[in-house]
């Protein structure tokens, strides 16, 4: 049974740093692309971060240079790093697992983290 399973979110204020983390079982980890999605009310889930079995990221311009994706597969573990958050960041924060090839093909996602930016 694959399960990810997202931790760190939280209330913070503007301008202030989160470190989220989604821990895989049941899949094997290092072949699948991994990804930061969220979604804010009333909108739709919206792509934050990518990041491949190459270790090569990818990041919206909305995040870009505030977000950083990254991965230990030996922990089975992804991060995103959040800093210098803003009240437009709030959202519920998802974790994504995905490979679109043979075998072991699968798309995955976690249950969500909550990120509220507010003073």
């Known amino acids: 049974q694959v399960q990810l399973v997202e931790s760190g979110g939280g209330l913070v204020q503007p301008g202030g740093s989160l470190r989220l983390s989604c821990e895989a079982s049941?899949?094997?980890?290092?072949?699948?692309?991994m990804a930061w999605y969220r979604q804010a009310p009333g909108k739709q889930r919206e792509l934050v971060a990518t990041?491949?079995?190459?270790?090569?990221?990818n990041l919206p311009d909305s995040v870009k240079g505030r977000f950083t994706i990254s991965r230990d597969n030996a922990k089975n573990t992804v991060y995103l790093q959040m800093n210098s958050l803003k009240p437009e960041d709030t959202a519920l924060y998802y974790c994504?697992?995905?490979?679109?090839?043979?075998?072991?093909?699968?798309?995955?996602w976690g249950q969500g983290t909550q990120v509220t930016v507010s003073s």
């Open positions: 049941g899949i094997i980890f290092g072949i699948y692309t």
């Open positions: 990041i491949d079995t190459n270790d090569i990221t």
């Open positions: 994504n697992a995905k490979r679109t090839s043979r075998p072991f093909r699968g798309d995955y």
